[in-house]
T-cell receptor
Framework: DTGVSQNPRHKITKRGQNVTFRCDPISEHNRLYWYRQTLGQGPEFLTYFQNEAQLEKSRLLSDRFSAERPKGSFSTLEIQRTEQGDSAMYLC?????????????FGPGTRLTVL | AQSVTQPDIHITVSEGASLELRCNYSYGATPYLFWYVQSPGQGLQLLLKYFSGDTLVQGIKGFEAEFKRSQSSFNLRKPSVHWSDAAEYFCAVGAPNNNDMRFGAGTRLTVKP
């Protein structure tokens, strides 16, 4: 299966620790998106990459969050000094093309619990 | 910026009955509109999308949606629901001038036998 994969699927951490998530998009997809989804809500856009360039960041992405896509392939999302409010499902999606109307293919997500 | 509202948090229908899930959007021009489905433990899957042309859009799994500009709506319909359709459904709106796709809060569909 060549869908979007995310690792780990679950992460439990203590407040103040740093965590890093990985997303492997569909191989030929040039765009990669990160979203956050809390219980009872829809996904909220965090950031997106066009190849290796991070082109847009949401106001939700505080300075404790950083994302990279070093070679235009996989991406990592790091949260420093985690807070309980960071507990959520972090979703990655990828798409092919330049327009925002192109279908985004989503991974299964990484569920973060901050104790 | 664009926004989307799904007025129904939870809907229950009987298997074989028809279904309509509501979605209202806010955007100054013609938006890009999407319906996604999320099953437990699964990633979101695109059911259908609209960005121009025929306002009645056919999707996968027998779903369709109609774009009504006058009502700022993009309701999802299915003539006969199957038990496997039980899931969370999300309406989303995008725009030509940005890549910030906004999702609604979702409607959880329960299917009664």
């Amino acid at each position: 299966d060549t869908g979007v994969s995310q690792n780990p699927r679950h992460k439990i951490t203590k407040r103040g620790q740093n965590v890093t998530f990985r997303c492997d998009p569909i191989s030929e997809h040039n765009r990669l998106y990160w979203y956050r989804q809390t219980l009872g809500q829809g996904p909220e856009f965090l950031t997106y990459f066009q190849n290796e360039a991070q082109l847009e960041k949401s106001r939700l992405l505080s300075d404790r969050f950083s994302a990279e896509r070093p070679k235009g392939s996989f991406s990592t999302l790091e949260i420093q000094r985690t807070e309980q409010g960071d507990s959520a499902m972090y979703l990655c999606a990828s798409s092919l093309g330049r327009g925002s109307y192109n279908e985004q293919f989503f991974g299964p997500g990484t569920r973060l619990t901050v104790l | 910026a664009q926004s989307v509202t799904q007025p129904d948090i939870h809907i229950t229908v009987s298997e074989g009955a028809s279904l309509e899930l509501r979605c209202n959007y806010s955007y100054g021009a013609t938006p890009y509109l999407f319906w996604y489905v999320q099953s437990p433990g699964q990633g979101l899957q695109l059911l259908l999308k609209y960005f121009s042309g025929d306002t009645l859009v056919q999707g996968i799994k027998g779903f369709e949606a109609e774009f009504k500009r006058s009502q700022s709506s993009f309701n999802l319909r299915k003539p006969s629901v199957h038990w496997s359709d039980a899931a969370e459904y999300f309406c989303a709106v995008g725009a030509p001038n940005n890549n910030d796709m906004r999702f609604g809060a979702g409607t959880r569909l329960t299917v009664k036998p």
